[in-house]
Structure formats: structure tokens, C-alpha cells
């Protein structure tokens, strides 16, 4: 059974600093790997998906890594902004179509 | 070019009532999923359809039934709710090829059962 884990729950940041937040997953055997972000009320938000064949994708301030054999995925994002003030939450299917597992999140508080 | 779209966005039941949460996506996706989010527990799939025609339980189906009504509609049916179905709804879908599959989510909905 996939276990996806997020550490740590929450994070709190000045403004300006980079971001670095982990997931950690029990089974390799990942089709791929996705990056949502949630603000509080609203539904998830489609970040970054990493195919298993991928180390990494990058868009604009983001860019996250995989790594299948120590199953860890990072999400960086560079400069961060009182506006990148959310959840963020990592998941993985393990085949196309294939459910997704979800870790708990990290909660994020960037400081003006 | 609307996503996904729930209805409704706030719902309170009593215990024993039946609902029918909605969910519609217009992206011509093949697969769509229920999930339900609650504190400390996270997002947990409660059934998926992986094409028109098919639906499969997940990680929580109990006290629940779905219908894949059409390639676009996918619905989740409380016949008689509970306490411990109160929580945030999110439908999702996505489109199965082979080398692709981001899910889109709505926007929820969220219940509360009395």
C-alpha cells in the first residue's frame, strides 16, 4: 500500500526566502508525481506533475524534483511571496487512471 | 471553459437524509474521481470511474453510490447520511493516456450532516 508523507506540516517564512518543501513515498512503483496547492476554503490547484521516466519539472518560480529510488519528491520555489501563502500537497497514482494517494500536506505562511 | 463544476457549494443535512452531490467536467476527460477531505485524515478517495460505463470503490465507498451518468457527468448519492459524512467533497477528473494523467479538481462541497 503507497504511503505518501509530508514533512513538516507547517512552515512559516520571510518573504523573499526560497521554499523547500518534501514528500516522502513507501512505493516506488509511481506512474507520476503531482504538486497541488489548496487555499484555505477552495479546492486544490494543479501545480507540477513529474512523470516516473522524469527528474524534474520547473514552472516559472516552481520547479519540483523526483527521485524514484530513495522516494522523495521537492518542491522549490524561489523568492517566495506573501501571495504563495497556502497548502501544499503532494500525490501519486500508480498507474494511469490509477487513484491518487495524497500526503497531509505543509501548510505555508510567507511573511511580508 | 468551466473544468470541473460541483453542485452544491454548502449543504446541510439531517441524519438519515439523502443527497446527490453533482459533478461535471467539460475537458472530455475519460476518468473521474470522488474524494472526501477531512481534517487530519487528508483527501481520501471514496470512488473512481476510470471510463464512461465503469465505477470501482476506493480507500472509503461505506454509506456511499456513485453513477457515471455520461462521459462528462459523475455523481455521488448519500442514501442515508450520517454524522461522519460531514466533510469537503472535491470531484476530480483526468484524461487517460499513456503517458499523462494530471487530475483537475472542482471547487467542493461541503457538508454538513446534523
Not at chain 1, 3 to 15: C, D, F, G, K, Y
Not at chain 1, 28 to 57: C, H, M
Not at chain 2, 61 to 80: A, H, I, M, T, W
Not at chain 2, 96 to 109: A, I, K, L, W
Request: aromatic residues 8%; hydrophobic residues 30%; proline residues 5%.
Amino acid at each position: 500500500k503507497q504511503e505518501v508523507t509530508q514533512i513538516p506540516a507547517a512552515l512559516s517564512v520571510p518573504e523573499g526566502e526560497n521554499l523547500v518543501l518534501n514528500c516522502s513515498f513507501t512505493d516506488s512503483a509511481i506512474y507520476n508525481l503531482q504538486w497541488f496547492r489548496q487555499d484555505p476554503g477552495k479546492g486544490l490547484t494543479s501545480l507540477l506533475l513529474i512523470q516516473s521516466s522524469q527528474r524534474e519539472q520547473t514552472s516559472g518560480r516552481l520547479n519540483a524534483s523526483l527521485d524514484k529510488s530513495s522516494g522523495r519528491s521537492t518542491l522549490y520555489i524561489a523568492a517566495s511571496q506573501p501571495g504563495d501563502s497556502a497548502t501544499y500537497l503532494c500525490a501519486a497514482p500508480k498507474a494511469a487512471g490509477n487513484k491518487l494517494t495524497f500526503g497531509g500536506g505543509t501548510r505555508v505562511l510567507v511573511k511580508p | 471553459n468551466a473544468g470541473v463544476t460541483q453542485t452544491p457549494k454548502f449543504q446541510v443535512l439531517k441524519t438519515g437524509q439523502s443527497m446527490t452531490l453533482q459533478c461535471a467536467q467539460d475537458m472530455n476527460h475519460n476518468s473521474m474521481y470522488w474524494y472526501r477531505q477531512d481534517p487530519g485524515m487528508g483527501l481520501r478517495l471514496i470512488y473512481y470511474s476510470a471510463s464512461e460505463g465503469t465505477t470501482d470503490k476506493g480507500e472509503v465507498p461505506n454509506g456511499y453510490n456513485v453513477s457515471r451518468l455520461n462521459k462528462r457527468e459523475f455523481s455521488l448519492r448519500l442514501e442515508s447520511a450520517a454524522p461522519s459524512q460531514t466533510s469537503v467533497y472535491f470531484c476530480a477528473s483526468s484524461e487517460v493516456v499513456v503517458s499523462y494523467n494530471e487530475q483537475f479538481f472542482g471547487p467542493g462541497t461541503r457538508l454538513t450532516v446534523l
